[in-house]
T-cell receptor, first 113, second 113 residues
Framework: GAGVSQSPSNKVTEKGKDVELRCDPI?????LYWYRQSLGQGLEFLIY????????KSGLPSDRFSAERTGGSVSTLTIQRTQQEDSAVYLC???????????FGPGTRLTVL | DQQVKQNSPSLSVQEGRISILNCDYT??????FLWYKKYPAEGPTFLIS?????DKNEDGRFTVFLNKSAKHLSLHIVPSQPGDSAVYFC????????????FGQGTILTVHP
């Protein structure tokens, strides 16, 4: 079956522009997560959606970051007024439920010039 | 505050020998732990997990050991193969942040033929 997909695979943008990153989770998975990996660092949790519950936004680094999940499936991570420190690989994962292993997409490499 | 730490940034092992990757954590509320493997330009892939009620879990060449009193876990790969060369991340979940995972910084494993 299809795994987690993300688009675009690469995004280069200018400082101050807004970007949208998309994630298509595995069909039927109720939990969806966003992480980011900066150069030489581990994965940093950003936000977590579980079913119809309010998302856990505790990892979002600033109010420039937001995410939504429509219809319990596709998710979009939006970064407004991008800064150079936002440059990283943004990874999406999904799982059948909370506490299960998470399946990751290939990531979107964001470069802010 | 780094709650999950992998203190060895890299490890080099000869093919056929044992690879031992280590991970330490500080949050005693974590109740499940996972190891992920990551190749360049790909998302992490799940390897093996362990619940806090166990001290060992084995899957083929991979064994994870958990020492709760020391807040330490390790991944043993035996025998190591060149295809095992990748970045290995340990991750922890549970407690008040159930669902989301906290990752270590990763260890680059190189297995030489």
């Amino acid at each position: 079956g299809a795994g987690v997909s993300q688009s675009p695979s690469n995004k280069v943008t200018e400082k101050g522009k807004d970007v949208e990153l998309r994630c298509d989770p595995i069909s039927g998975h109720t939990a969806l997560y966003w992480y980011r990996q900066s150069l030489g660092q581990g994965l940093e949790f950003l936000i977590y959606f579980q079913g119809n519950s309010a998302p856990d936004k505790s990892g979002l680094p600033s109010d420039r970051f937001s995410a939504e999940r429509t219809g319990g499936s596709v998710s979009t991570l939006t970064i407004q007024r991008t800064q150079q420190e936002d440059s990283a690989v943004y990874l999406c994962a999904s799982s059948p439920g909370a506490g299960n292993e998470q399946f990751f997409g290939p990531g979107t490499r964001l470069t802010v010039l | 505050d780094q709650q999950v730490k992998q203190n060895s940034p890299s490890l080099s092992v000869q093919e056929g020998r044992i690879s031992i990757l280590n991970c330490d954590y500080t949050n005693s509320m974590f109740d499940y732990f996972l190891w992920y493997k990551k190749y360049p330009a790909e998302g992490p892939t799940f390897l093996i997990s362990i619940s806090s009620i166990k001290d060992k879990n084995e899957d083929g060449r991979f064994t994870v050991f958990l020492n709760k009193s020391a807040k330490h876990l390790s991944l043993h790969i035996v025998p190591s193969q060149p295809g095992d060369s990748a970045v290995y991340f340990c991750a922890a979940g549970g407690g008040t942040s159930y669902g989301k995972l906290t990752f270590g910084q990763g260890t680059i494993l190189t297995v030489h033929p």
